[in-house]
């Protein structure tokens, strides 16, 4: 069965610290790995990934992937009160997007 | 315009009544969602329309019924729906035919009484 698992479940650190999403994955025919970052409504697009190895950056948050241990890590550096929110890591194939259950991320003052 | 919009923000509806959400987008994307995302959990697939077409239906029940009269608009129609259908709905649309970068409206906030 296609799954994907995030870890940790909740997180709470304090800002300016550096945090690691973890993100594992079976899917089949896997085509790319979706991050999102949710607060209170939509979810909003962070990064896709399809290459192994490869990371993506953007301001202080970066991921990479691992196509050969099916895993993703999502780096938030030097973590602010506005990056509390949930984190969603989603799995593409051929015709489905699966979706973990998120890490919900609180930064504390 | 780089953004999906969704009206209504919020419905409130008896489990007798009839009623649509719309969802609409004008930056040329071909493919477009629905998602149902209960409190505290990930959004759920319901359907996914490309090029107007349904091509995913993810066993949703028929009192959900889309609709995707162009290639900018798309309807969730709502019939004798349960209170357990109350949730988030969420539409989103992407460039690609399936799945590429998904871009999310604000949702509409769905109570079933």
């Known amino acids: 069965e296609d799954k994907v698992v995030q870890s940790p479940l909740s997180l709470v650190v304090h800002e300016g610290d550096t945090v690691t999403l973890n993100c594992s994955y079976e899917v089949t025919n896997f085509r790319s790995l979706l991050w999102y970052k949710q607060e209170k409504k939509a979810p909003t697009f962070l990064f896709m990934l399809t290459s192994s190895g490869i990371e993506k950056k953007s301001g202080r948050l970066s991921s990479i992937l691992d196509k050969k241990e099916l895993f993703s890590i999502l780096n938030i550096t030097a973590t602010q009160t506005g990056d509390s929110a949930i984190y969603l890591c989603a799995v593409k194939g051929n015709d489905k997007i699966i979706f973990g259950k998120g890490t919900r991320l609180h930064i504390l003052p | 315009d780089t953004e999906v919009t969704q009206t209504p923000k919020h419905l409130v509806m008896g489990m007798t009544n009839k009623k649509s959400l719309k969802c609409e987008q004008h930056?040329?994307?071909?493919?477009m969602y629905w998602y149902k995302q209960k409190a505290k959990k990930p959004p759920e697939l319901m359907f996914v329309y490309s090029y107007e077409k349904l091509s995913i239906n993810e066993s949703v029940p028929s009192r959900f019924s889309p609709e995707c009269p162009n290639s900018s608009l798309l309807n969730l129609h709502l019939h004798a729906l349960q209170p357990e259908d109350s949730a988030l709905y969420l539409c989103?649309?992407?460039?690609?035919?399936?799945?590429?970068?998904?871009?999310f409206g604000p949702g509409t906030r769905l109570t079933v009484l």
């Open positions: 930056m040329g994307h071909r493919a």
């Open positions: 989103a649309s992407s460039t690609g035919t399936s799945f590429h970068e998904q871009f």
